[in-house]
Protein backbone atom coordinates (compact mmCIF):
# COMPACT_ATOMS: atom_id res chain seq x y z
CA UNK A 1 0.00 0.00 0.00
CA UNK A 2 3.23 2.28 -0.12
CA UNK A 3 4.53 3.96 -3.48
CA UNK A 4 7.99 4.25 -4.60
CA UNK A 5 9.99 7.37 -3.46
CA UNK A 6 11.65 7.81 -6.41
CA UNK A 7 10.03 9.46 -9.29
CA UNK A 8 11.58 7.33 -12.21
CA UNK A 9 10.03 7.03 -15.45
CA UNK A 10 9.24 3.14 -16.37
CA UNK A 11 10.98 2.58 -19.42
CA UNK A 12 8.83 -0.92 -19.69
CA UNK A 13 5.67 0.61 -20.07
CA UNK A 14 4.31 1.99 -23.45
CA UNK A 15 2.68 5.23 -23.30
CA UNK A 16 -0.45 4.12 -24.39
CA UNK A 17 -4.10 5.03 -23.75
CA UNK A 18 -5.86 4.26 -20.24
CA UNK A 19 -6.51 0.56 -20.17
CA UNK A 20 -5.21 -0.46 -23.01
CA UNK A 21 -1.51 -0.46 -21.89
CA UNK A 22 0.05 -4.72 -21.52
CA UNK A 23 3.65 -4.63 -19.84
CA UNK A 24 6.30 -5.91 -21.97
CA UNK A 25 7.94 -6.97 -18.40
CA UNK A 26 7.98 -6.01 -14.87
CA UNK A 27 11.75 -6.78 -14.86
CA UNK A 28 12.72 -2.73 -14.25
CA UNK A 29 9.72 -1.84 -12.00
CA UNK A 30 11.06 -5.25 -9.31
CA UNK A 31 14.11 -4.26 -9.79
CA UNK A 32 13.74 -0.68 -9.08
CA UNK A 33 11.17 -1.57 -5.82
CA UNK A 34 12.39 -4.65 -4.52
CA UNK A 35 15.36 -3.21 -2.43
CA UNK A 36 12.55 -1.05 0.16
CA UNK A 37 10.81 -4.48 0.60
CA UNK A 38 11.89 -6.14 3.53
CA UNK A 39 11.70 -9.88 5.19
CA UNK A 40 10.43 -9.74 8.68
CA UNK A 41 11.40 -12.49 11.17
CA UNK A 42 10.35 -12.58 14.95
CA UNK A 43 11.44 -14.53 18.27
CA UNK A 44 8.60 -15.44 20.40
CA UNK A 45 8.91 -17.77 23.40
CA UNK A 46 7.89 -20.50 23.24
CA UNK A 47 5.09 -20.57 26.35
CA UNK A 48 3.56 -17.69 24.59
CA UNK A 49 3.67 -19.58 20.90
CA UNK A 50 1.84 -22.75 23.03
CA UNK A 51 -0.80 -20.17 24.37
CA UNK A 52 -1.31 -19.47 20.86
CA UNK A 53 -1.11 -15.61 19.57
CA UNK A 54 -3.24 -14.71 16.99
CA UNK A 55 -5.50 -12.20 15.41
CA UNK A 56 -9.09 -12.74 16.71
CA UNK A 57 -11.30 -13.89 13.62
CA UNK A 58 -14.94 -14.44 13.81
CA UNK A 59 -15.98 -17.88 13.99
CA UNK A 60 -16.47 -19.48 9.90
CA UNK A 61 -14.39 -16.38 8.87
CA UNK A 62 -13.00 -17.52 5.17
CA UNK A 63 -9.38 -16.26 6.63
CA UNK A 64 -9.16 -17.89 9.84
CA UNK A 65 -7.33 -21.26 8.33
CA UNK A 66 -4.85 -18.87 6.73
CA UNK A 67 -4.14 -17.00 9.88
CA UNK A 68 -4.04 -20.05 11.89
CA UNK A 69 -1.57 -21.61 9.53
CA UNK A 70 0.31 -18.38 8.85
CA UNK A 71 1.01 -17.67 12.55
CA UNK A 72 1.51 -21.40 13.45
CA UNK A 73 5.03 -21.18 15.25
CA UNK A 74 5.33 -24.58 16.24
CA UNK A 75 7.66 -24.97 13.46
CA UNK A 76 8.54 -22.98 10.61
CA UNK A 77 5.98 -22.21 7.71
CA UNK A 78 6.18 -24.78 4.79
CA UNK A 79 9.94 -26.01 5.15
CA UNK A 80 10.74 -21.98 5.41
CA UNK A 81 13.83 -20.90 7.38
CA UNK A 82 13.54 -21.58 11.25
CA UNK A 83 15.88 -22.84 14.33
CA UNK A 84 14.55 -26.21 15.81
CA UNK A 85 13.32 -25.47 18.60
CA UNK A 86 15.15 -25.76 21.82
CA UNK A 87 14.28 -26.74 25.51
CA UNK A 88 11.20 -25.38 27.18
CA UNK A 89 11.60 -21.74 27.43
CA UNK A 90 13.94 -20.66 25.26
CA UNK A 91 13.06 -18.49 22.13
CA UNK A 92 12.65 -19.62 18.73
CA UNK A 93 12.65 -17.95 15.13
CA UNK A 94 10.19 -18.20 12.69
CA UNK A 95 9.87 -15.95 9.20
CA UNK A 96 6.34 -14.53 9.78
CA UNK A 97 5.86 -12.15 6.55
CA UNK A 98 7.09 -8.91 4.60
CA UNK A 99 7.01 -4.78 5.07
CA UNK A 100 8.03 -1.96 2.97
CA UNK A 101 10.31 0.98 4.05
CA UNK A 102 8.66 4.14 3.66
CA UNK A 103 10.96 6.61 4.31
CA UNK A 104 15.12 7.01 4.35
CA UNK A 105 15.47 7.11 7.91
CA UNK A 106 13.89 3.59 8.17
CA UNK A 107 9.81 3.93 9.42
CA UNK A 108 8.94 0.39 8.24
CA UNK A 109 4.97 -0.55 7.32
CA UNK A 110 3.30 -4.47 7.80
CA UNK A 111 0.47 -6.37 9.43
CA UNK A 112 -0.25 -6.04 12.41
CA UNK A 113 -0.77 -9.93 12.62
CA UNK A 114 2.88 -10.53 11.44
CA UNK A 115 4.60 -8.56 14.14
CA UNK A 116 1.80 -8.85 17.15
CA UNK A 117 2.98 -10.24 20.68
CA UNK A 118 6.60 -10.82 19.37
CA UNK A 119 9.50 -10.36 21.54
CA UNK A 120 12.29 -9.12 19.17
CA UNK A 121 11.43 -8.25 15.57
CA UNK A 122 14.10 -8.19 12.45
CA UNK A 123 14.28 -7.28 9.23
CA UNK A 124 16.20 -7.96 6.26
CA UNK A 125 16.71 -6.42 3.16
CA UNK A 126 17.20 -7.41 -0.43
CA UNK A 127 21.28 -7.04 -0.17
CA UNK A 128 21.18 -9.20 2.78
CA UNK A 129 21.32 -6.42 5.88
CA UNK A 130 19.70 -7.34 9.02
CA UNK A 131 18.38 -4.92 11.28
CA UNK A 132 16.42 -5.14 14.93
CA UNK A 133 13.30 -3.19 14.49
CA UNK A 134 11.04 -1.44 17.12
CA UNK A 135 7.40 -1.38 17.26
CA UNK A 136 5.92 2.51 16.92
CA UNK A 137 2.74 1.85 17.42
CA UNK A 138 -0.28 -0.49 15.71
CA UNK A 139 -3.92 -0.71 14.48
CA UNK A 140 -5.67 -3.87 14.86
CA UNK A 141 -8.94 -2.80 13.58
CA UNK A 142 -7.02 -2.25 9.73
CA UNK A 143 -4.40 -4.95 10.67
CA UNK A 144 -1.42 -1.95 10.15
CA UNK A 145 1.63 -2.03 12.21
CA UNK A 146 4.28 0.48 11.98
CA UNK A 147 8.13 -0.61 12.77
CA UNK A 148 11.47 1.69 12.90
CA UNK A 149 14.61 0.50 12.13
CA UNK A 150 18.38 2.56 13.01
CA UNK A 151 20.66 2.39 9.69
CA UNK A 152 24.06 4.70 9.50
CA UNK A 153 23.05 5.43 6.00
CA UNK A 154 19.83 6.31 4.30
CA UNK A 155 17.35 3.55 3.40
CA UNK A 156 15.50 2.97 0.14
CA UNK A 157 12.29 3.40 0.33
CA UNK A 158 8.68 3.65 -1.19
CA UNK A 159 5.98 6.17 -1.16
CA UNK A 160 2.19 6.04 -0.86
CA UNK A 161 -0.17 6.19 -4.08
CA UNK A 162 -3.69 6.98 -4.26
CA UNK A 163 -5.75 3.20 -4.31
CA UNK A 164 -9.15 5.62 -5.01
CA UNK A 165 -7.29 6.23 -8.78
CA UNK A 166 -7.15 2.09 -9.40
CA UNK A 167 -9.95 0.62 -11.37
CA UNK A 168 -10.91 -2.58 -12.14
CA UNK A 169 -8.73 -4.40 -14.76
CA UNK A 170 -5.05 -2.28 -13.64
CA UNK A 171 -1.79 -3.75 -13.67
CA UNK A 172 -0.51 -4.14 -10.03
CA UNK A 173 2.75 -6.24 -8.61
CA UNK A 174 3.01 -7.63 -5.58
CA UNK A 175 6.66 -8.16 -4.25
CA UNK A 176 7.44 -10.42 -0.89
CA UNK A 177 8.61 -13.40 1.05
CA UNK A 178 5.88 -15.97 0.61
CA UNK A 179 5.92 -19.24 1.99
CA UNK A 180 9.37 -18.18 3.59
CA UNK A 181 11.18 -18.78 0.19
CA UNK A 182 12.83 -14.91 0.34
CA UNK A 183 11.92 -12.40 -2.09
CA UNK A 184 9.45 -12.81 -4.30
CA UNK A 185 7.56 -10.91 -7.09
CA UNK A 186 3.97 -12.03 -8.53
CA UNK A 187 1.64 -9.40 -11.31
CA UNK A 188 -1.81 -9.61 -11.93
CA UNK A 189 -4.44 -6.66 -12.28
CA UNK A 190 -7.06 -5.39 -9.58
CA UNK A 191 -9.76 -7.77 -9.58
CA UNK A 192 -12.47 -5.52 -7.49
CA UNK A 193 -12.55 -2.78 -5.64
CA UNK A 194 -13.54 -1.49 -2.07
CA UNK A 195 -14.18 -5.01 -0.49
CA UNK A 196 -15.22 -5.64 2.98
CA UNK A 197 -14.06 -8.92 5.13
CA UNK A 198 -14.39 -7.86 8.36
CA UNK A 199 -14.01 -4.27 10.44
CA UNK A 200 -15.94 -0.65 9.84
CA UNK A 201 -12.64 0.59 8.00
CA UNK A 202 -12.53 -2.09 5.63
CA UNK A 203 -11.60 -0.68 2.06
CA UNK A 204 -9.62 -4.41 0.78
CA UNK A 205 -8.67 -4.03 -2.87
CA UNK A 206 -8.60 -7.79 -4.59
CA UNK A 207 -6.10 -8.74 -6.48
CA UNK A 208 -5.39 -12.11 -8.53
CA UNK A 209 -1.75 -11.41 -8.41
CA UNK A 210 -0.06 -14.37 -6.86
CA UNK A 211 -0.54 -13.80 -2.56
CA UNK A 212 0.70 -16.20 -0.87
CA UNK A 213 1.24 -17.15 2.97
CA UNK A 214 4.76 -14.48 3.68
CA UNK A 215 3.22 -12.20 1.60
CA UNK A 216 1.38 -10.75 4.21
CA UNK A 217 2.99 -6.74 5.27
CA UNK A 218 3.78 -6.52 2.16
CA UNK A 219 2.96 -4.17 -0.65
CA UNK A 220 0.62 -3.88 -3.77
CA UNK A 221 2.19 -1.27 -6.76
CA UNK A 222 0.43 0.15 -9.64
CA UNK A 223 2.72 0.31 -12.36
CA UNK A 224 3.97 3.92 -11.47
CA UNK A 225 5.77 2.04 -8.64
CA UNK A 226 3.50 3.46 -6.11
CA UNK A 227 2.25 1.13 -3.25
CA UNK A 228 -1.77 1.49 -3.47
CA UNK A 229 -2.16 -1.80 -1.06
CA UNK A 230 -1.20 -3.99 2.14
CA UNK A 231 -1.49 -7.58 0.87
CA UNK A 232 -3.20 -8.98 4.07
CA UNK A 233 -4.92 -11.76 3.43
CA UNK A 234 -6.12 -14.54 0.98
CA UNK A 235 -8.66 -16.60 0.36
CA UNK A 236 -8.48 -19.87 -0.35
CA UNK A 237 -9.47 -23.69 1.19
CA UNK A 238 -6.06 -24.43 1.51
CA UNK A 239 -3.89 -21.83 2.65
CA UNK A 240 -2.35 -21.23 -1.20
CA UNK A 241 -3.04 -18.87 -3.61
CA UNK A 242 -5.70 -19.33 -5.44
CA UNK A 243 -5.78 -15.74 -7.54
CA UNK A 244 -7.58 -14.02 -4.37
CA UNK A 245 -6.05 -12.07 -2.60
CA UNK A 246 -6.68 -8.77 -0.44
CA UNK A 247 -5.01 -5.53 -0.19
CA UNK A 248 -5.58 -2.86 2.47
CA UNK A 249 -6.30 0.55 0.17
CA UNK A 250 -3.83 2.89 0.52
CA UNK A 251 -6.03 5.22 1.23
CA UNK A 252 -7.08 3.77 4.44
CA UNK A 253 -3.26 2.35 5.62
CA UNK A 254 -1.76 5.85 4.88
CA UNK A 255 -4.18 7.87 7.53
CA UNK A 256 -3.20 5.03 9.95
CA UNK A 257 0.73 5.05 9.37
CA UNK A 258 0.54 8.77 9.49
CA UNK A 259 -1.23 8.82 12.97
CA UNK A 260 1.14 5.76 14.28
CA UNK A 261 4.82 7.29 13.36
CA UNK A 262 3.40 11.13 14.93
CA UNK A 263 1.14 9.75 17.68
CA UNK A 264 2.05 5.95 18.53
CA UNK A 265 -1.87 5.37 17.95
CA UNK A 266 -4.75 6.14 15.80
CA UNK A 267 -6.75 9.34 16.68
CA UNK A 268 -9.74 8.58 14.83
CA UNK A 269 -13.06 11.24 14.86
CA UNK A 270 -15.69 9.97 16.80
CA UNK A 271 -19.79 11.33 15.92
CA UNK A 272 -21.54 8.84 18.18
CA UNK A 273 -24.70 7.90 16.74
CA UNK A 274 -25.68 4.39 16.29
CA UNK A 275 -26.71 3.80 12.80
CA UNK A 276 -28.10 1.83 9.67
CA UNK A 277 -28.26 1.62 6.25
CA UNK A 278 -31.54 3.01 4.09
CA UNK A 279 -33.32 0.29 2.35
CA UNK A 280 -35.92 1.29 -0.49
CA UNK A 281 -38.57 0.49 2.41
CA UNK A 282 -37.21 2.85 4.53
CA UNK A 283 -36.51 5.20 2.32
CA UNK A 284 -40.17 5.34 1.08
CA UNK A 285 -41.37 4.91 4.66
CA UNK A 286 -39.57 8.30 5.10
CA UNK A 287 -40.83 9.66 2.21
CA UNK A 288 -36.98 10.04 0.22
CA UNK A 289 -36.34 10.25 -3.24
CA UNK A 290 -33.61 7.14 -3.25
CA UNK A 291 -32.57 4.92 -0.83
CA UNK A 292 -29.12 6.71 0.95
CA UNK A 293 -27.44 8.12 3.64
CA UNK A 294 -27.25 6.74 7.21
CA UNK A 295 -30.07 6.03 9.27
CA UNK A 296 -29.48 7.49 12.99
CA UNK A 297 -31.31 4.02 15.11
CA UNK A 298 -30.18 6.18 18.28
CA UNK A 299 -28.01 9.25 19.78
CA UNK A 300 -26.09 8.40 23.10
CA UNK A 301 -24.09 11.15 24.74
CA UNK A 302 -21.62 12.69 22.81
CA UNK A 303 -21.25 15.04 20.17
CA UNK A 304 -24.41 14.31 17.77
CA UNK A 305 -26.42 14.90 21.01
CA UNK A 306 -24.58 18.21 21.67
CA UNK A 307 -25.30 19.69 17.94
CA UNK A 308 -28.88 18.68 18.09
CA UNK A 309 -28.85 15.45 15.65
CA UNK A 310 -31.81 12.72 16.27
CA UNK A 311 -33.18 9.27 16.40
CA UNK A 312 -34.44 8.95 12.77
CA UNK A 313 -32.41 11.83 10.82
CA UNK A 314 -30.63 10.21 7.66
CA UNK A 315 -27.46 11.80 7.35
CA UNK A 316 -26.77 12.51 3.82
CA UNK A 317 -23.92 14.56 3.78
CA UNK A 318 -20.85 15.06 6.15
CA UNK A 319 -18.78 18.29 5.45
CA UNK A 320 -18.42 18.32 1.71
CA UNK A 321 -18.77 14.31 1.54
CA UNK A 322 -22.22 12.83 0.17
CA UNK A 323 -23.17 9.67 2.07
CA UNK A 324 -24.09 6.79 0.49
CA UNK A 325 -24.29 4.14 3.28
CA UNK A 326 -23.41 3.33 6.85
CA UNK A 327 -20.11 2.60 5.90
CA UNK A 328 -19.00 5.80 3.96
CA UNK A 329 -20.05 7.61 7.08
CA UNK A 330 -18.01 5.65 9.24
CA UNK A 331 -14.82 6.05 7.03
CA UNK A 332 -15.17 10.28 6.73
CA UNK A 333 -16.04 10.70 9.98
CA UNK A 334 -13.12 8.36 11.72
CA UNK A 335 -10.58 10.31 8.87
CA UNK A 336 -11.95 13.54 10.09
CA UNK A 337 -9.22 15.31 12.73
CA UNK A 338 -10.90 15.24 16.58
CA UNK A 339 -12.23 18.87 17.26
CA UNK A 340 -13.07 19.95 13.68
CA UNK A 341 -16.21 21.32 13.53
CA UNK A 342 -18.02 19.90 10.56
CA UNK A 343 -21.87 20.86 9.34
CA UNK A 344 -23.61 17.79 8.71
CA UNK A 345 -27.14 17.70 6.34
CA UNK A 346 -29.55 15.34 7.96
CA UNK A 347 -32.99 14.64 6.50
CA UNK A 348 -35.83 15.55 9.01
CA UNK A 349 -39.70 15.67 8.83
CA UNK A 350 -39.40 15.53 4.67
CA UNK A 351 -36.66 18.69 4.54
CA UNK A 352 -32.60 18.65 4.68
CA UNK A 353 -31.44 20.97 7.33
CA UNK A 354 -27.71 21.50 8.50
CA UNK A 355 -26.06 20.98 11.75
CA UNK A 356 -22.24 21.74 12.71
CA UNK A 357 -21.07 18.86 14.80
CA UNK A 358 -17.98 19.52 17.04
CA UNK A 359 -16.06 15.45 15.92
CA UNK A 360 -14.93 14.09 18.85
CA UNK A 361 -12.61 11.10 19.79
CA UNK A 362 -13.09 7.58 19.03
CA UNK A 363 -12.46 5.63 22.64
CA UNK A 364 -12.09 1.97 23.58
CA UNK A 365 -15.03 2.78 26.17
CA UNK A 366 -17.20 4.29 23.29
CA UNK A 367 -17.11 1.50 21.15
CA UNK A 368 -17.57 -0.91 24.30
CA UNK A 369 -20.78 1.02 25.07
CA UNK A 370 -21.74 0.81 21.45
CA UNK A 371 -24.02 -2.16 21.52
CA UNK A 372 -26.83 -0.40 23.76
CA UNK A 373 -28.96 -1.57 26.34
CA UNK A 374 -30.27 -5.08 27.97
CA UNK A 375 -32.24 -7.09 25.55
CA UNK A 376 -35.53 -8.18 25.46
CA UNK A 377 -36.93 -11.85 25.62
CA UNK A 378 -40.10 -13.67 25.07
CA UNK A 379 -43.56 -12.75 26.56
CA UNK A 380 -47.39 -13.94 26.37
CA UNK A 381 -49.86 -12.67 23.40
CA UNK A 382 -52.56 -10.11 24.28
CA UNK A 383 -55.52 -9.04 21.99
CA UNK A 384 -53.94 -5.55 20.54
CA UNK A 385 -53.12 -6.88 16.61
CA UNK A 386 -51.56 -4.20 14.80
CA UNK A 387 -49.61 -5.04 11.16
CA UNK A 388 -49.53 -8.58 12.73
CA UNK A 389 -48.16 -7.84 15.94
CA UNK A 390 -50.03 -8.12 19.09
CA UNK A 391 -48.79 -5.37 20.93
CA UNK A 392 -48.88 -4.11 24.97
CA UNK A 393 -48.37 -1.06 27.07
CA UNK A 394 -45.17 -0.60 28.80
CA UNK A 395 -45.88 -2.17 32.42
CA UNK A 396 -43.83 -3.16 35.53
CA UNK A 397 -45.01 -6.85 34.83
CA UNK A 398 -43.60 -6.69 31.21
CA UNK A 399 -40.65 -4.82 32.68
CA UNK A 400 -39.70 -7.57 35.05
CA UNK A 401 -40.68 -10.78 32.34
CA UNK A 402 -38.78 -9.18 29.65
CA UNK A 403 -35.30 -7.96 31.89
CA UNK A 404 -36.56 -4.57 30.28
CA UNK A 405 -35.00 -1.22 32.22
CA UNK A 406 -36.54 1.38 33.50
CA UNK A 407 -35.78 3.72 30.65
CA UNK A 408 -37.34 1.39 27.86
CA UNK A 409 -40.76 3.25 26.81
CA UNK A 410 -42.91 2.09 24.22
CA UNK A 411 -45.24 -0.70 22.75
CA UNK A 412 -44.05 -4.32 23.59
CA UNK A 413 -44.45 -6.76 21.04
CA UNK A 414 -45.68 -10.11 22.98
CA UNK A 415 -46.71 -12.48 20.09
CA UNK A 416 -46.33 -12.12 16.09
CA UNK A 417 -48.37 -13.65 12.96
CA UNK A 418 -45.22 -15.66 11.23
CA UNK A 419 -46.74 -14.32 8.17
CA UNK A 420 -46.45 -10.74 8.36
CA UNK A 421 -44.04 -8.12 6.95
CA UNK A 422 -42.53 -7.32 10.45
CA UNK A 423 -41.46 -11.28 11.33
CA UNK A 424 -39.75 -11.60 8.16
CA UNK A 425 -38.36 -8.33 8.75
CA UNK A 426 -37.34 -9.80 12.20
CA UNK A 427 -39.16 -8.40 14.33
CA UNK A 428 -39.63 -10.99 17.39
CA UNK A 429 -41.88 -11.33 20.86
CA UNK A 430 -40.42 -8.86 23.31
CA UNK A 431 -39.55 -6.38 21.03
CA UNK A 432 -40.45 -3.14 22.00
CA UNK A 433 -41.64 -0.34 19.49
CA UNK A 434 -40.37 3.14 20.55
CA UNK A 435 -41.07 5.12 17.70
CA UNK A 436 -43.37 5.75 14.80
CA UNK A 437 -41.04 7.74 12.25
CA UNK A 438 -40.10 10.11 15.45
CA UNK A 439 -42.71 10.25 17.43
CA UNK A 440 -42.81 8.16 20.64
CA UNK A 441 -46.13 5.63 20.94
CA UNK A 442 -47.68 5.03 24.47
CA UNK A 443 -50.40 2.84 23.23
CA UNK A 444 -51.94 0.40 20.29
CA UNK A 445 -53.85 3.22 19.61
CA UNK A 446 -51.00 5.56 19.19
CA UNK A 447 -49.54 3.25 16.85
CA UNK A 448 -52.81 2.92 14.58
CA UNK A 449 -53.17 6.35 14.20
CA UNK A 450 -49.77 6.52 13.05
CA UNK A 451 -49.95 4.00 10.55
CA UNK A 452 -53.27 5.91 9.48
CA UNK A 453 -51.46 9.21 9.49
CA UNK A 454 -49.13 6.96 6.69
CA UNK A 455 -51.83 5.84 4.77
CA UNK A 456 -53.18 9.16 4.34
CA UNK A 457 -50.34 10.92 3.28
CA UNK A 458 -50.02 8.38 0.41
CA UNK A 459 -47.17 6.17 2.00
CA UNK A 460 -46.92 2.60 1.24
CA UNK A 461 -44.97 1.63 4.55
CA UNK A 462 -44.55 2.84 8.18
CA UNK A 463 -41.08 3.56 9.70
CA UNK A 464 -41.24 1.96 13.52
CA UNK A 465 -37.64 2.16 15.93
CA UNK A 466 -37.56 -0.75 17.55
CA UNK A 467 -35.60 -2.09 20.31
CA UNK A 468 -34.10 -5.12 19.26
CA UNK A 469 -31.39 -7.01 21.28
CA UNK A 470 -30.21 -5.33 23.01
CA UNK A 471 -30.32 -1.98 20.63
CA UNK A 472 -32.66 0.00 18.76
CA UNK A 473 -32.95 0.02 14.77
CA UNK A 474 -35.79 1.43 12.34
CA UNK A 475 -37.83 -1.44 10.10
CA UNK A 476 -39.97 -0.51 7.30
CA UNK A 477 -43.46 -2.60 7.60
CA UNK A 478 -45.17 -2.35 4.49
CA UNK A 479 -49.21 -0.93 4.97
CA UNK A 480 -50.83 -3.71 2.49
CA UNK A 481 -49.87 -6.73 4.91
Excluded: C
Amino acid sequence: MLSLSTATALPAFAEVAPGAAIPQSFADLAERLSPAVVDITTSTEVAQVQQGTRPVLPDGSPFEEFFRDFLDRNGPPNGGPGRPEGPRGQQRSSALGSGFIISADGYIVTNNHVIESADEIKVEMLDGTVLEAKVIGHDPRTDVALLKVDSDKPLPFVTFGDSDHARVGDWVMAIGNPLGQGFSVSAGIVSARNRTLQGSYDDFIQTDAAINRGNSGGPLFNTDGEVIGVNTAILSPNGGSIGIGFAMSSAVVSRVVDQLRDFGETRRGWLGVRIQNVDPDVAEALGLDAPKGALVTDVPEGPALTAGLKSGDVIVKFGDKDIKDTRELVRVVADTAVGTSVPVVVYRDGAEQTLSVAIGRLEETTLAAAPGEPGQEQTKPSDQVVLGMTVEPMSDALRAQFGLGDDVTGMVVTALDDGSDAFTKGIREGDVIAKVGQEEVATARDLRDKIKAAEDAGRNSVLLLVNHDGGPRFVALNLSN
